[in-house]
């Protein structure tokens, strides 16, 4: 598609900036495996996540005035269109307002890799992408939004303990509850290594990042 391979040009630079500042130890040119489409939803009530390391970063950054922030718990995830460019597959994760009433989405979502439903967090939650500007997102019922998830080769990081995955844990920007997407990939075991960056959420299922 050429939207896609747009979103995968602009974020490349992104990327390489990334490895730049030490985040990750190498960046290679070979595309990571593909994520599968999503199959599974399941949505985390916000008491047991209340110690997260990304729900703790996202909650810091407010929203501007307007109607209140969207809840997971009222909230569709699934996996979207993704692209490969320069190491890393692009990957549109697209949020749904099931509830019965108006939200708003402000800012970078909280985004990482665990063993399953409730399970452990693999390696560090996304580092957040500068390119996209943040911009609030109103979602009537029924309404999507999406955010960008850059997800590096894993292969091309000399210091990456290579593992499956099959699992996102998603926290909506300001939200302690969470979302969990099925998505099987590969990650780094790494309890200090981020192989991911997230972009903010703009609205539709396919927005210009």
Same mark, same amino acid.
């Not at 974020?11 to 999503?38: K, M």
């Not at 452990?120 to 996209?132: C, E, F, I, R």
């Not at 210091?159 to 844990?169: A, E, P, Q």
């Given at each position: #598609?050429?939207?896609?391979?747009?979103?995968? *040009?602009?974020?490349?630079? +992104?990327?390489?900036?990334? %490895? +730049?500042?030490?985040?990750?130890?190498?960046?290679?040119?070979?595309? *990571?495996?593909?994520?599968?489409?999503?199959?599974?939803?399941?949505?985390? /009530?916000?008491?047991?996540?209340?110690?997260?390391? &990304?729900?703790? +970063?996202?909650?810091?950054?407010?929203?501007?005035?307007?109607?209140?922030? %969207?809840?997971?718990?009222?909230?569709?995830?699934?996996?979207?269109?993704?692209?490969?460019?320069?190491?890393?597959?692009?990957?549109? @994760?697209?949020?749904?307002?099931?509830?019965?009433?108006? %939200?708003?989405?402000? /800012?970078?979502?909280?985004?990482?890799?665990?063993? /399953?439903?409730?399970?452990?967090?693999?390696?560090?939650?996304?580092?957040?992408?500068?390119?996209? *500007?943040?911009?609030?997102?109103?979602?009537?019922?029924?309404? &999507? +939004?999406?955010?960008?998830?850059?997800?590096? $080769?894993?292969?091309? @990081?000399?210091?990456?303990?290579v593992t499956s995955v099959d699992w996102l844990r998603?926290?909506?920007?300001? $939200?302690?509850?969470? @979302?969990?997407?099925?998505?099987?990939?590969?990650?780094? *075991?790494?309890?200090?290594?981020?192989? #991911?960056?997230?972009?903010?959420?703009?609205? /539709?299922?396919?927005?210009?990042?």
């Amino acid at each position: #598609m050429t939207h896609s391979l747009t979103l995968a *040009a602009r974020f490349g630079a +992104a990327a390489a900036l990334t %490895c +730049a500042c030490g985040l990750l130890t190498a960046c290679g040119s070979t595309p *990571a495996p593909g994520a599968a489409p999503t199959r599974t939803v399941t949505v985390q /009530g916000s008491t047991s996540d209340t110690t997260s390391p &990304e729900a703790v +970063a996202v909650s810091s950054s407010a929203a501007p005035a307007g109607p209140s922030g %969207c809840l997971a718990s009222g909230m569709h995830a699934k996996v979207g269109v993704s692209q490969g460019a320069a190491g890393t597959i692009y990957q549109v @994760i697209v949020l749904t307002n099931t509830s019965n009433t108006t %939200c708003t989405l402000y /800012g970078y979502p909280g985004v990482s890799f665990v063993t /399953g439903v409730g399970g452990a967090q693999v390696g560090l939650p996304a580092t957040k992408n500068p390119v996209v *500007a943040k911009t609030l997102v109103t979602l009537a019922s029924g309404a &999507e +939004a999406a955010f960008l998830l850059g997800v590096h $080769d894993v292969g091309a @990081i000399p210091s990456c303990k290579v593992t499956s995955v099959d699992w996102l844990r998603i926290y909506p920007p300001g $939200d302690f509850g969470s @979302i969990t997407v099925q998505d099987k990939t590969q990650s780094c *075991a790494n309890a200090n290594l981020s192989i #991911m960056t997230v972009s903010p959420v703009r609205a /539709g299922s396919n927005p210009s990042f």
